[in-house]
Protein backbone atom coordinates (compact mmCIF):
# COMPACT_ATOMS: atom_id res chain seq x y z
CA UNK A 1 0.00 0.00 0.00
CA UNK A 2 1.35 3.27 -0.99
CA UNK A 3 -0.14 6.75 0.50
CA UNK A 4 0.19 9.83 -1.25
CA UNK A 5 -1.72 13.04 -2.07
CA UNK A 6 -4.50 13.09 -3.88
CA UNK A 7 -4.77 14.13 -7.76
CA UNK A 8 -7.08 14.32 -10.11
CA UNK A 9 -6.59 11.16 -10.89
CA UNK A 10 -7.93 9.88 -8.41
CA UNK A 11 -11.05 12.13 -7.39
CA UNK A 12 -13.53 9.41 -9.78
CA UNK A 13 -12.39 6.93 -7.19
CA UNK A 14 -12.76 8.44 -4.17
CA UNK A 15 -16.25 9.82 -5.48
CA UNK A 16 -17.07 6.46 -5.98
CA UNK A 17 -15.74 5.05 -2.65
CA UNK A 18 -17.97 8.14 -1.31
CA UNK A 19 -21.44 6.76 -2.43
CA UNK A 20 -20.11 3.28 -1.98
CA UNK A 21 -19.41 4.50 1.88
CA UNK A 22 -22.03 7.01 2.63
CA UNK A 23 -25.71 7.95 2.63
CA UNK A 24 -24.72 11.33 1.94
CA UNK A 25 -21.45 11.27 -0.17
CA UNK A 26 -19.87 14.05 -1.50
CA UNK A 27 -20.14 14.59 -5.39
CA UNK A 28 -17.38 14.40 -7.63
CA UNK A 29 -17.23 17.49 -8.46
CA UNK A 30 -17.43 18.23 -4.66
CA UNK A 31 -14.45 16.05 -4.20
CA UNK A 32 -12.41 17.60 -6.98
CA UNK A 33 -13.24 21.36 -5.85
CA UNK A 34 -11.02 20.72 -2.73
CA UNK A 35 -7.86 19.93 -5.36
CA UNK A 36 -7.98 23.50 -5.51
CA UNK A 37 -8.29 24.31 -1.87
CA UNK A 38 -5.39 25.72 0.16
CA UNK A 39 -7.08 24.89 3.32
CA UNK A 40 -7.66 20.92 2.21
CA UNK A 41 -5.66 18.05 2.19
CA UNK A 42 -6.57 14.51 0.87
CA UNK A 43 -4.30 11.70 1.03
CA UNK A 44 -5.10 8.10 -0.97
CA UNK A 45 -4.35 4.80 -0.01
CA UNK A 46 -3.09 3.25 -3.48
CA UNK A 47 -3.41 -0.32 -4.04
CA UNK A 48 -1.85 -1.86 -7.65
CA UNK A 49 -3.26 2.11 -8.72
CA UNK A 50 -6.31 1.63 -7.08
CA UNK A 51 -7.73 3.97 -4.46
CA UNK A 52 -8.29 1.50 -1.58
CA UNK A 53 -9.15 4.20 0.76
CA UNK A 54 -9.04 8.54 1.18
CA UNK A 55 -9.29 10.81 3.84
CA UNK A 56 -9.45 14.77 3.54
CA UNK A 57 -9.15 17.85 5.77
CA UNK A 58 -9.52 21.09 6.36
CA UNK A 59 -6.78 23.40 8.32
CA UNK A 60 -7.93 26.85 9.32
CA UNK A 61 -5.23 28.34 11.95
CA UNK A 62 -3.35 25.38 12.86
CA UNK A 63 -6.78 23.53 13.72
CA UNK A 64 -7.37 20.58 11.44
CA UNK A 65 -11.27 18.78 10.71
CA UNK A 66 -11.29 15.73 9.49
CA UNK A 67 -14.11 15.65 6.97
CA UNK A 68 -13.95 12.45 5.66
CA UNK A 69 -12.12 8.88 5.53
CA UNK A 70 -12.88 5.51 4.18
CA UNK A 71 -12.34 2.02 2.90
CA UNK A 72 -13.33 0.13 0.20
CA UNK A 73 -15.08 -2.82 1.71
CA UNK A 74 -13.21 -5.25 -0.14
CA UNK A 75 -10.12 -3.68 1.74
CA UNK A 76 -11.12 -3.46 5.40
CA UNK A 77 -9.83 -4.84 8.03
CA UNK A 78 -6.11 -4.34 6.86
CA UNK A 79 -4.87 -1.00 8.30
CA UNK A 80 -5.89 1.03 5.92
CA UNK A 81 -8.25 3.58 7.92
CA UNK A 82 -5.14 3.70 10.70
CA UNK A 83 -2.06 4.19 7.52
CA UNK A 84 -4.32 6.91 6.45
CA UNK A 85 -5.09 9.04 9.54
CA UNK A 86 -1.37 8.27 10.63
CA UNK A 87 -0.02 9.99 7.54
CA UNK A 88 -2.60 12.54 7.78
CA UNK A 89 -1.33 13.62 11.65
CA UNK A 90 2.39 13.34 10.71
CA UNK A 91 1.81 15.55 7.38
CA UNK A 92 -0.06 17.99 9.59
CA UNK A 93 2.49 18.48 12.00
CA UNK A 94 4.93 19.05 9.22
CA UNK A 95 2.54 22.17 7.96
CA UNK A 96 1.91 23.23 11.36
CA UNK A 97 -1.61 21.95 12.93
CA UNK A 98 -1.61 21.28 16.26
CA UNK A 99 -4.76 18.97 16.45
CA UNK A 100 -7.61 16.86 14.40
CA UNK A 101 -11.12 17.02 15.20
CA UNK A 102 -13.60 14.97 13.62
CA UNK A 103 -16.67 13.48 14.00
CA UNK A 104 -18.13 10.03 14.00
CA UNK A 105 -21.65 8.24 14.71
CA UNK A 106 -22.39 7.08 18.52
CA UNK A 107 -23.23 3.83 16.61
CA UNK A 108 -20.23 3.48 15.00
CA UNK A 109 -17.89 1.07 17.60
CA UNK A 110 -15.46 0.00 14.60
CA UNK A 111 -14.37 3.63 13.60
CA UNK A 112 -14.38 4.01 17.89
CA UNK A 113 -12.23 1.95 18.40
CA UNK A 114 -9.49 3.18 15.99
CA UNK A 115 -9.91 6.88 17.05
CA UNK A 116 -9.72 5.50 21.12
CA UNK A 117 -6.41 3.23 19.90
CA UNK A 118 -4.91 6.53 18.02
CA UNK A 119 -5.47 8.97 21.38
CA UNK A 120 -8.47 10.50 20.13
CA UNK A 121 -10.43 11.53 23.34
CA UNK A 122 -14.11 12.65 22.73
CA UNK A 123 -14.88 16.31 23.79
CA UNK A 124 -18.86 16.99 22.94
CA UNK A 125 -21.59 15.49 20.83
CA UNK A 126 -23.51 16.94 18.41
CA UNK A 127 -27.50 15.93 18.88
CA UNK A 128 -28.55 14.60 15.27
CA UNK A 129 -25.59 15.76 13.20
CA UNK A 130 -26.29 12.59 11.07
CA UNK A 131 -28.85 11.99 8.54
CA UNK A 132 -29.75 8.62 6.59
CA UNK A 133 -30.46 7.32 9.25
CA UNK A 134 -30.69 10.51 12.37
CA UNK A 135 -28.23 10.15 14.50
CA UNK A 136 -25.83 11.71 16.91
CA UNK A 137 -22.28 12.52 16.10
CA UNK A 138 -19.42 12.20 18.91
CA UNK A 139 -16.68 15.10 18.09
CA UNK A 140 -13.62 13.62 18.39
CA UNK A 141 -10.04 15.06 19.16
CA UNK A 142 -6.83 14.90 19.03
CA UNK A 143 -3.91 17.41 20.17
CA UNK A 144 -0.20 17.21 19.88
CA UNK A 145 2.81 19.89 20.62
CA UNK A 146 4.78 20.98 17.01
Known amino acids: ?14 AELEKLCFSTPWSQQSVASELDNPLSLWLVALENGQVAGYIGSQT ?6 MMNVAVHPDHRRRGIAEGLICALE ?5 QG ?41 LILRKEWEI
Open 90 to 94: ERLKE
Open 97 to 137: SRCLTLEVRASNLPARRLYEKLDFQVIGNRRNYYRNPKEDG
Open 1 to 14: MTITKMDSTHVPQV
Open 60 to 65: VMGETD
